[in-house]
């Protein structure tokens, strides 16, 4: 009996900002789920690989092009799609909205950011998708550096606090998470410092981009 199963992509998108979540969503042009809200995605064409797959459909749905998306998960359950039988090889990234101009097409209706905490109901299966995601990127960031390209060139230490606390949903422990995250060598120290509130003012820092990514490709695990 030959089988008939389709191969599609997601793409779950993060954006962070000003110490607040979002997640990048489409409203659906067409059945099933029409009007309704979905991650951004879409079926594998015939001699596409599923990377470019993922940055085709994002980039026709959102109109924003991500460099690398991390390839999350795969989603199989029969009865995900009422079309027929698809298998979703699910992907996702962590940006900064403001950095991206966002506008729907081909399959969206329309394109919106919304804050992780006020989400509307998704079509599919996808709230499955996007718990999945969070877990990853939660998990992810216990062991990898982040936030070269989510934070200002030039930043205070609290904005990195704020960025992890964000992410991680709880608080840290702010005098071992500051050591720690020196003790790794991605930051320089500027001359410069900057007042926030009544405060003292605080020294600038700025990510070693050299150190930073070198750091990022040999992997380290270090307990927030």
Request: proline share 4%.
């Amino acid at each position: 009996m030959q089988q008939s199963i389709q191969l599609s992509v997601d793409a779950v998108v993060f954006g962070y900002e000003a110490g607040s979540i979002s997640v990048l969503l489409i409203k659906r042009k067409y059945e099933p789920f029409k009007g309704e809200w979905a991650i951004p995605g879409g079926f594998v064409l015939e001699n596409e690989s599923l990377e470019s797959a993922v940055e085709r459909e994002l980039k026709e749905e959102t109109g924003i092009t991500i460099d690398y998306l991390e390839q999350l998960y795969t989603f199989g359950n029969p009865n995900r799609d009422p079309r027929s039988r698809v298998v979703s090889v699910a992907y996702f990234g962590l940006v900064k909205p403001s950095a991206f101009k966002i506008f729907a097409s081909t399959d969206a209706e329309e394109v919106q950011w919304f804050h992780i905490d006020e989400l509307p109901k998704l079509s599919f299966d996808h709230e499955e998708i996007l718990k999945k995601a969070i877990a990853r990127l939660q998990a992810k960031i216990t062991y990898e550096p982040i936030g070269f390209e989510l934070l200002d060139t030039k930043f205070p230490f609290s904005d990195l606090e704020k960025l992890y606390t964000t992410l991680l949903g709880r608080a840290i422990d702010r005098r071992n998470f500051r050591k720690k995250i020196l003790s790794l060598n991605i930051l320089d120290q500027l001359d410069e410092k900057v007042s926030k509130g009544s405060g003292r003012p605080a020294n600038l820092f700025k990510f070693n981009k050299k150190r930073y990514f070198k750091l990022k490709e040999e992997g380290i695990i270090f307990d927030i």
